[in-house]
């Protein structure tokens, strides 16, 4: 699978980390550190920061995302934020289905699709996240899961919304564990994800989706992970809270 086809982006995902200030402070400090990337530049920040990363970013190279999106446009829906909400803002992107929101706050398959559907039909480019536990590596059924996420999540996705997602393949195992999956194990499941794309979207669409891998990626990991065929960036979980740190990774998805 030729990579040429296909922009590598690097996405940091702050998580519940920095507030406003905090946010204005590192933003100002990754701005130099990633000026003149050969890839795309996202940092996705508590809601509370992204009025501020807006601002900070705007006329930089780098775009802004949120962590998170509510499926429905408004209403009695008390503390979610919905797509319109983030456009307004100037938000360009948005997480779905990341692993914490699946496990501490019961989102489903079934409502990331419907959170990916809502932030599609806003304009917003959506990183959809799938992956598996330890418990299901260990019973062999990761690629079954894997497939499975991709195909509900992309349900009523249209071949044009396509080119608006992102897939994040993180094993849930090495998410803020320190352990990460090895390169041939990264590079097997993207490869997978790929497949299960051109059999929804046909070949074209499989080379032209990125999929990114998000699992503990940081400056020691990221190049060898980066240089797999099918591993087209990176969901950077606490490396993206320190601009040196994040600046390599950058470097590394900027060199291929």
Known sequence: MDKRNRKAVIAGNWKMNKTATEAAALIDQLIPAVQGADCEVVICTPFTSLA????????TNIHVGA???HFEKSGAFTGEISADMLTDLGVEYVITGHSERRQYFAETDETVNKRTLAALAAGLKVIVCVGENLTQREQGITEELVRSQTKIALLGVSAEQLANVIIAYEPVWAIGTG???????????CAAIRKVVGELYGE???KGISIQYGG??????????LA????????IGGASLKADQFSVIVEAASKG
């Open 52 to 59: 501020t990363a807006v601002e900070k970013c705007r006329g």
């Open 67 to 69: 962590e998170n999106v």
């Open 179 to 189: 352990r990460t999956a090895t390169s041939a194990q990264a590079q097997e499941v």
């Open 204 to 206: 074209e669409a499989a």
């Open 216 to 225: 503990s990626m940081n400056p020691g990991n990221c190049a060898e992970l």
């Open 228 to 235: 797999q065929p099918d591993v087209d960036g990176g969901l």
